[in-house]
Protein backbone atom coordinates (compact mmCIF):
# COMPACT_ATOMS: atom_id res chain seq x y z
CA UNK A 1 0.00 0.00 0.00
CA UNK A 2 1.44 3.52 -1.31
CA UNK A 3 2.35 5.93 1.60
CA UNK A 4 0.92 9.24 1.15
CA UNK A 5 2.59 12.34 1.19
CA UNK A 6 0.90 15.99 1.74
CA UNK A 7 1.98 19.50 1.23
CA UNK A 8 0.56 23.01 2.15
CA UNK A 9 0.30 26.53 0.29
CA UNK A 10 1.67 29.55 0.73
CA UNK A 11 -0.30 32.41 -0.14
CA UNK A 12 1.49 35.05 -1.87
CA UNK A 13 -1.09 35.33 -4.19
CA UNK A 14 -3.02 38.16 -2.21
CA UNK A 15 -2.22 37.51 1.38
CA UNK A 16 -4.56 35.29 2.89
CA UNK A 17 -8.14 35.29 5.47
CA UNK A 18 -11.18 34.09 6.36
CA UNK A 19 -12.42 34.09 2.96
CA UNK A 20 -12.06 33.02 -0.56
CA UNK A 21 -8.74 34.97 -1.73
CA UNK A 22 -9.59 35.32 -5.78
CA UNK A 23 -7.47 35.50 -8.35
CA UNK A 24 -5.27 33.90 -10.65
CA UNK A 25 -4.97 32.62 -14.40
CA UNK A 26 -5.78 36.82 -15.21
CA UNK A 27 -7.72 37.62 -13.04
CA UNK A 28 -6.21 40.13 -10.43
CA UNK A 29 -6.21 38.98 -6.52
CA UNK A 30 -9.00 40.17 -4.34
CA UNK A 31 -6.96 42.40 -0.84
CA UNK A 32 -6.95 39.96 1.83
CA UNK A 33 -6.59 40.84 5.01
CA UNK A 34 -3.48 39.05 5.88
CA UNK A 35 -1.18 40.72 3.78
CA UNK A 36 1.73 38.11 2.65
CA UNK A 37 4.91 39.26 4.72
CA UNK A 38 7.38 37.17 6.04
CA UNK A 39 6.57 36.59 9.35
CA UNK A 40 3.28 35.52 8.32
CA UNK A 41 4.48 33.28 5.54
CA UNK A 42 6.98 31.93 7.72
CA UNK A 43 4.05 31.15 10.28
CA UNK A 44 2.66 29.12 7.76
CA UNK A 45 5.69 27.34 7.09
CA UNK A 46 6.89 26.27 10.65
CA UNK A 47 3.23 25.36 11.06
CA UNK A 48 3.16 23.13 8.05
CA UNK A 49 6.60 21.67 8.82
CA UNK A 50 5.52 20.98 12.94
CA UNK A 51 2.38 19.25 11.47
CA UNK A 52 3.61 16.73 9.15
CA UNK A 53 3.53 18.52 5.66
CA UNK A 54 6.44 17.43 3.28
CA UNK A 55 6.64 20.49 1.38
CA UNK A 56 4.80 23.96 0.53
CA UNK A 57 3.89 25.27 -2.85
CA UNK A 58 4.65 28.78 -3.36
CA UNK A 59 2.56 29.96 -6.81
CA UNK A 60 3.75 31.87 -9.31
CA UNK A 61 2.40 35.02 -11.63
CA UNK A 62 1.60 38.37 -12.32
CA UNK A 63 -0.88 38.93 -9.28
CA UNK A 64 2.20 36.99 -6.60
CA UNK A 65 4.93 37.56 -5.16
CA UNK A 66 7.88 36.14 -6.86
CA UNK A 67 8.54 32.66 -6.05
CA UNK A 68 12.20 32.79 -6.05
CA UNK A 69 12.78 35.42 -3.79
CA UNK A 70 10.16 34.80 -1.36
CA UNK A 71 11.13 31.27 -0.73
CA UNK A 72 14.58 32.09 -0.48
CA UNK A 73 13.35 34.78 2.24
CA UNK A 74 11.35 32.02 4.24
CA UNK A 75 13.67 29.03 3.69
CA UNK A 76 15.84 30.03 6.93
CA UNK A 77 12.66 30.00 9.20
CA UNK A 78 12.23 25.99 9.15
CA UNK A 79 14.58 23.20 8.94
CA UNK A 80 13.35 20.24 7.05
CA UNK A 81 10.02 21.74 5.15
CA UNK A 82 10.76 21.58 1.33
CA UNK A 83 9.59 24.16 -1.03
CA UNK A 84 7.85 23.21 -4.43
CA UNK A 85 8.77 26.59 -5.96
CA UNK A 86 6.28 27.52 -9.13
CA UNK A 87 8.24 28.93 -11.75
CA UNK A 88 8.04 29.56 -15.72
CA UNK A 89 10.11 28.62 -18.09
CA UNK A 90 9.68 30.76 -20.83
CA UNK A 91 11.32 33.87 -19.19
CA UNK A 92 14.34 32.75 -17.66
CA UNK A 93 17.26 31.36 -19.64
CA UNK A 94 17.85 27.24 -18.70
CA UNK A 95 20.98 27.08 -17.95
CA UNK A 96 20.45 30.49 -15.11
CA UNK A 97 17.33 28.15 -14.32
CA UNK A 98 19.61 25.53 -13.43
CA UNK A 99 21.92 27.20 -11.67
CA UNK A 100 19.47 29.08 -9.42
CA UNK A 101 18.00 25.29 -8.62
CA UNK A 102 21.10 24.48 -7.68
CA UNK A 103 22.17 26.63 -5.69
CA UNK A 104 19.16 26.87 -3.54
CA UNK A 105 18.94 22.79 -2.92
CA UNK A 106 22.47 23.14 -1.81
CA UNK A 107 22.31 25.69 0.34
CA UNK A 108 19.06 24.65 1.91
CA UNK A 109 20.17 21.05 2.40
CA UNK A 110 18.19 19.78 -0.17
CA UNK A 111 15.42 20.93 0.01
CA UNK A 112 13.76 22.15 -3.30
CA UNK A 113 11.26 20.99 -5.31
CA UNK A 114 10.14 22.91 -8.60
CA UNK A 115 6.61 22.78 -10.35
CA UNK A 116 7.37 23.93 -13.97
CA UNK A 117 4.19 26.16 -15.34
CA UNK A 118 4.10 26.55 -18.82
CA UNK A 119 1.72 29.30 -18.47
CA UNK A 120 -1.88 29.23 -19.69
CA UNK A 121 -2.67 32.71 -20.54
CA UNK A 122 -1.03 34.53 -23.01
CA UNK A 123 -2.14 37.87 -22.53
CA UNK A 124 -0.14 37.97 -18.77
CA UNK A 125 2.88 35.59 -21.16
CA UNK A 126 2.72 39.22 -23.07
CA UNK A 127 3.58 40.88 -19.48
CA UNK A 128 6.76 38.74 -19.18
CA UNK A 129 7.85 39.34 -22.70
CA UNK A 130 7.21 36.06 -23.76
CA UNK A 131 4.70 36.22 -27.28
CA UNK A 132 4.82 32.38 -28.06
CA UNK A 133 1.58 30.68 -28.27
CA UNK A 134 0.40 28.27 -25.97
CA UNK A 135 1.43 25.09 -28.46
CA UNK A 136 4.46 27.09 -29.27
CA UNK A 137 5.24 27.66 -24.98
CA UNK A 138 4.84 23.43 -24.07
CA UNK A 139 7.15 22.63 -27.21
CA UNK A 140 9.64 25.10 -25.82
CA UNK A 141 9.16 23.54 -22.59
CA UNK A 142 10.31 20.13 -23.20
CA UNK A 143 13.33 21.95 -24.69
CA UNK A 144 13.83 23.34 -21.50
CA UNK A 145 13.55 20.53 -19.40
CA UNK A 146 15.66 18.60 -21.82
CA UNK A 147 18.09 20.85 -21.01
CA UNK A 148 17.96 21.54 -17.15
CA UNK A 149 18.10 17.80 -16.41
CA UNK A 150 21.09 17.56 -18.25
CA UNK A 151 22.95 20.17 -16.74
CA UNK A 152 21.57 18.23 -13.16
CA UNK A 153 22.96 15.65 -14.55
CA UNK A 154 26.34 16.72 -14.36
CA UNK A 155 26.83 16.64 -18.19
CA UNK A 156 28.07 19.59 -20.73
CA UNK A 157 25.11 20.18 -22.98
CA UNK A 158 25.24 21.52 -26.32
CA UNK A 159 21.66 21.99 -27.63
CA UNK A 160 20.36 23.65 -31.11
CA UNK A 161 16.41 23.34 -30.95
CA UNK A 162 13.82 25.50 -32.34
CA UNK A 163 13.91 27.60 -29.21
CA UNK A 164 16.97 27.48 -27.24
CA UNK A 165 20.37 27.49 -28.50
CA UNK A 166 23.49 26.09 -25.80
CA UNK A 167 27.01 26.11 -26.54
CA UNK A 168 29.27 24.08 -24.03
CA UNK A 169 27.02 24.50 -20.70
CA UNK A 170 27.63 22.57 -17.85
CA UNK A 171 27.18 23.55 -14.03
CA UNK A 172 30.38 24.56 -11.46
CA UNK A 173 28.32 22.29 -8.93
CA UNK A 174 25.02 19.66 -9.22
CA UNK A 175 22.59 19.61 -6.61
CA UNK A 176 22.42 17.19 -4.66
CA UNK A 177 19.93 15.62 -4.69
CA UNK A 178 18.87 16.55 -8.19
CA UNK A 179 15.18 18.93 -7.78
CA UNK A 180 11.92 16.83 -8.47
CA UNK A 181 9.98 18.30 -11.37
CA UNK A 182 6.15 18.70 -10.74
CA UNK A 183 4.03 19.79 -13.18
CA UNK A 184 0.20 19.75 -14.51
CA UNK A 185 -1.80 20.58 -17.51
CA UNK A 186 -4.44 19.13 -19.40
CA UNK A 187 -3.59 19.69 -22.90
CA UNK A 188 -2.62 17.40 -25.44
CA UNK A 189 1.03 19.05 -25.57
CA UNK A 190 1.31 19.48 -21.95
CA UNK A 191 0.80 15.75 -21.24
CA UNK A 192 3.51 14.80 -24.23
CA UNK A 193 5.81 17.03 -22.46
CA UNK A 194 4.81 15.48 -19.10
CA UNK A 195 5.48 12.06 -19.68
CA UNK A 196 8.77 12.49 -21.48
CA UNK A 197 10.32 15.21 -18.91
CA UNK A 198 8.68 15.02 -15.21
CA UNK A 199 8.85 13.36 -11.80
CA UNK A 200 5.28 14.23 -10.61
CA UNK A 201 2.21 14.86 -12.71
CA UNK A 202 -0.31 17.32 -10.74
CA UNK A 203 -3.82 17.56 -11.63
CA UNK A 204 -6.43 19.66 -10.23
CA UNK A 205 -9.42 18.55 -7.79
CA UNK A 206 -12.03 16.75 -10.59
CA UNK A 207 -13.88 13.63 -9.45
CA UNK A 208 -12.06 10.66 -9.04
CA UNK A 209 -13.34 8.86 -12.02
CA UNK A 210 -11.65 12.09 -13.97
CA UNK A 211 -8.58 11.63 -12.36
CA UNK A 212 -8.70 8.03 -13.02
CA UNK A 213 -8.80 8.68 -17.26
CA UNK A 214 -6.61 11.40 -16.78
CA UNK A 215 -4.03 9.26 -14.93
CA UNK A 216 -4.54 6.15 -17.19
CA UNK A 217 -3.76 8.29 -20.53
CA UNK A 218 -0.49 9.53 -19.16
CA UNK A 219 0.44 6.25 -17.68
CA UNK A 220 0.06 5.29 -21.46
CA UNK A 221 2.17 8.24 -22.71
CA UNK A 222 4.95 7.45 -20.17
CA UNK A 223 4.99 3.68 -20.79
CA UNK A 224 6.30 5.11 -24.47
CA UNK A 225 9.21 6.73 -23.43
CA UNK A 226 10.21 3.88 -20.94
CA UNK A 227 9.22 5.99 -17.75
CA UNK A 228 7.22 5.81 -14.52
CA UNK A 229 5.41 9.06 -13.41
CA UNK A 230 4.12 9.64 -9.80
CA UNK A 231 0.69 11.42 -9.18
CA UNK A 232 -0.46 14.40 -7.69
CA UNK A 233 -3.48 16.45 -6.94
CA UNK A 234 -4.40 20.00 -6.06
CA UNK A 235 -7.19 20.42 -3.70
CA UNK A 236 -8.25 22.87 -1.05
CA UNK A 237 -10.09 21.41 2.22
CA UNK A 238 -12.80 22.55 4.85
CA UNK A 239 -11.98 19.80 7.68
CA UNK A 240 -13.48 19.71 10.72
CA UNK A 241 -14.69 17.44 13.52
CA UNK A 242 -18.41 17.01 11.71
CA UNK A 243 -19.70 17.06 8.39
CA UNK A 244 -22.22 20.04 9.87
CA UNK A 245 -19.58 22.09 11.15
CA UNK A 246 -17.41 21.46 7.38
CA UNK A 247 -20.60 22.02 5.19
CA UNK A 248 -21.39 25.26 7.69
CA UNK A 249 -18.27 26.92 6.65
CA UNK A 250 -18.39 25.87 2.97
CA UNK A 251 -21.55 27.79 3.08
CA UNK A 252 -20.02 31.04 5.23
CA UNK A 253 -17.26 31.39 2.38
CA UNK A 254 -20.05 31.37 0.00
CA UNK A 255 -21.88 33.95 1.48
CA UNK A 256 -19.18 36.08 1.85
CA UNK A 257 -19.03 36.06 -2.24
CA UNK A 258 -21.10 38.26 -3.77
CA UNK A 259 -22.69 37.40 -7.45
CA UNK A 260 -21.21 40.78 -8.81
CA UNK A 261 -17.85 39.13 -7.70
CA UNK A 262 -18.58 35.72 -9.35
CA UNK A 263 -19.67 37.31 -12.82
CA UNK A 264 -16.65 39.58 -12.97
CA UNK A 265 -14.21 36.80 -12.00
CA UNK A 266 -15.85 34.25 -14.30
CA UNK A 267 -16.14 36.48 -17.50
CA UNK A 268 -12.32 36.48 -16.85
CA UNK A 269 -12.16 32.84 -15.93
CA UNK A 270 -13.94 32.12 -19.14
CA UNK A 271 -11.48 33.85 -21.67
CA UNK A 272 -8.60 31.46 -20.36
CA UNK A 273 -6.86 29.16 -22.75
CA UNK A 274 -5.68 26.57 -20.00
CA UNK A 275 -7.60 23.42 -20.61
CA UNK A 276 -7.75 22.49 -17.01
CA UNK A 277 -9.35 25.90 -16.24
CA UNK A 278 -12.18 25.15 -18.72
CA UNK A 279 -12.50 21.73 -16.54
CA UNK A 280 -12.42 23.92 -13.68
CA UNK A 281 -15.35 26.15 -15.13
CA UNK A 282 -17.43 23.44 -15.96
CA UNK A 283 -17.49 21.53 -12.59
CA UNK A 284 -19.26 24.95 -10.92
CA UNK A 285 -20.99 26.12 -13.61
CA UNK A 286 -20.52 29.82 -12.70
CA UNK A 287 -23.79 29.14 -10.10
CA UNK A 288 -23.80 28.71 -6.15
CA UNK A 289 -26.42 26.08 -6.82
CA UNK A 290 -25.34 22.26 -7.04
CA UNK A 291 -22.10 22.86 -6.09
CA UNK A 292 -21.22 19.46 -4.38
CA UNK A 293 -19.94 17.82 -7.77
CA UNK A 294 -19.25 14.52 -5.97
CA UNK A 295 -19.31 13.11 -1.86
CA UNK A 296 -17.48 15.56 -0.05
CA UNK A 297 -15.82 17.36 -3.28
CA UNK A 298 -17.32 20.98 -3.47
CA UNK A 299 -16.59 23.16 -5.80
CA UNK A 300 -17.71 26.31 -4.66
CA UNK A 301 -13.84 27.98 -4.19
CA UNK A 302 -13.60 27.98 -8.54
CA UNK A 303 -16.28 30.82 -8.58
CA UNK A 304 -14.08 33.46 -7.76
CA UNK A 305 -10.26 31.81 -7.84
CA UNK A 306 -8.35 31.05 -10.73
CA UNK A 307 -6.49 27.59 -10.87
CA UNK A 308 -7.41 25.08 -8.54
CA UNK A 309 -11.04 25.11 -7.42
CA UNK A 310 -12.53 22.38 -5.65
CA UNK A 311 -12.05 21.04 -2.16
CA UNK A 312 -12.65 18.49 0.36
CA UNK A 313 -15.24 19.45 2.98
CA UNK A 314 -16.37 16.74 5.75
CA UNK A 315 -15.66 15.22 8.57
CA UNK A 316 -11.83 13.92 9.14
CA UNK A 317 -13.06 10.93 8.37
CA UNK A 318 -15.07 11.59 5.19
CA UNK A 319 -11.78 13.30 4.20
CA UNK A 320 -9.99 10.95 4.90
CA UNK A 321 -12.18 8.17 3.02
CA UNK A 322 -12.00 10.46 0.15
CA UNK A 323 -8.28 10.92 0.00
CA UNK A 324 -8.25 6.85 0.23
CA UNK A 325 -10.50 6.95 -3.12
CA UNK A 326 -7.73 9.29 -5.02
CA UNK A 327 -4.99 6.99 -3.89
CA UNK A 328 -7.28 4.02 -5.08
CA UNK A 329 -7.07 5.71 -9.11
CA UNK A 330 -3.06 6.61 -8.69
CA UNK A 331 -2.48 9.64 -6.42
CA UNK A 332 0.16 9.54 -3.87
CA UNK A 333 0.42 13.41 -3.33
CA UNK A 334 -1.85 16.03 -1.85
CA UNK A 335 -0.93 19.91 -2.75
CA UNK A 336 -3.71 21.60 -0.07
CA UNK A 337 -4.41 24.67 0.93
CA UNK A 338 -7.60 26.67 3.13
CA UNK A 339 -9.10 29.25 4.36
CA UNK A 340 -7.00 31.21 6.64
CA UNK A 341 -4.07 28.93 5.20
CA UNK A 342 -2.88 28.73 8.91
CA UNK A 343 -5.73 27.84 10.55
CA UNK A 344 -6.58 25.40 8.05
CA UNK A 345 -3.45 23.97 8.53
CA UNK A 346 -3.57 23.18 11.50
CA UNK A 347 -7.60 21.04 11.16
CA UNK A 348 -6.50 19.29 8.28
CA UNK A 349 -2.91 18.79 10.58
CA UNK A 350 -4.27 17.53 13.80
CA UNK A 351 -7.71 15.98 12.37
CA UNK A 352 -6.96 13.98 8.72
CA UNK A 353 -3.58 13.43 8.93
CA UNK A 354 -3.84 11.42 12.40
CA UNK A 355 -6.92 9.64 10.69
CA UNK A 356 -4.43 8.73 8.33
CA UNK A 357 -1.61 7.02 10.10
CA UNK A 358 -4.48 5.00 11.89
CA UNK A 359 -5.06 3.75 8.66
CA UNK A 360 -1.43 2.95 7.68
CA UNK A 361 -1.24 5.55 4.88
CA UNK A 362 0.54 8.45 6.51
CA UNK A 363 3.31 8.67 8.99
CA UNK A 364 4.69 12.47 10.15
CA UNK A 365 7.80 12.65 8.20
CA UNK A 366 10.33 13.67 11.26
CA UNK A 367 7.84 13.02 14.37
CA UNK A 368 8.41 15.20 16.99
CA UNK A 369 11.04 14.51 20.25
CA UNK A 370 9.76 13.57 23.05
CA UNK A 371 11.80 13.54 27.11
CA UNK A 372 10.35 11.80 29.63
CA UNK A 373 11.17 12.58 33.30
CA UNK A 374 12.28 9.55 35.08
CA UNK A 375 10.43 10.96 38.21
CA UNK A 376 6.90 12.00 37.70
CA UNK A 377 7.14 16.24 38.89
CA UNK A 378 6.89 16.68 42.28
CA UNK A 379 8.04 13.06 43.11
CA UNK A 380 11.38 11.79 45.33
CA UNK A 381 13.66 9.60 44.14
CA UNK A 382 14.80 6.28 46.32
CA UNK A 383 18.43 6.52 47.27
CA UNK A 384 18.84 3.13 46.53
CA UNK A 385 17.24 2.30 43.81
CA UNK A 386 16.55 5.51 41.61
CA UNK A 387 12.51 5.03 41.66
CA UNK A 388 9.60 6.87 43.21
CA UNK A 389 8.73 5.19 46.55
Known amino acids: MTELKFHWFLPTNGGDGPQVVGGGHGVGAEAASRPATVPYLGQIARSAEQLGFEAALTPTGAWCEDAWVTTAMISSLSERLKFLVAFRPGVISPFLAAQMAGSFQNLSGGRLLLNVVTGGESHEQR ?4 HLDKAARYRRCGEFLEIVRGLWSGDRVDFDGAHYRIDAAALAQIP ?20 KHVDVYLTWGEPPTAVAEKIERLRLLADKEGRELRYGIRLHTIARDTADEAWHYANRLLEGISEEQIRRVQDGLRRSESEGQKRMLALNGGTKDGLEIYPNLWAGVGLVRGGAGTALVGSHQQIADLIEEYASVGISEFVLSGYPHLEEAYRFGE ?3 P ?34 P
Open 176 to 195: EPRPEIYFGGSSPEALDVAA
Open 355 to 388: ELTRRGRWHHPAPPRRTSAAVPFGGTVSPTSGRQ
Open 127 to 130: MYGD
Open 351 to 353: GVL
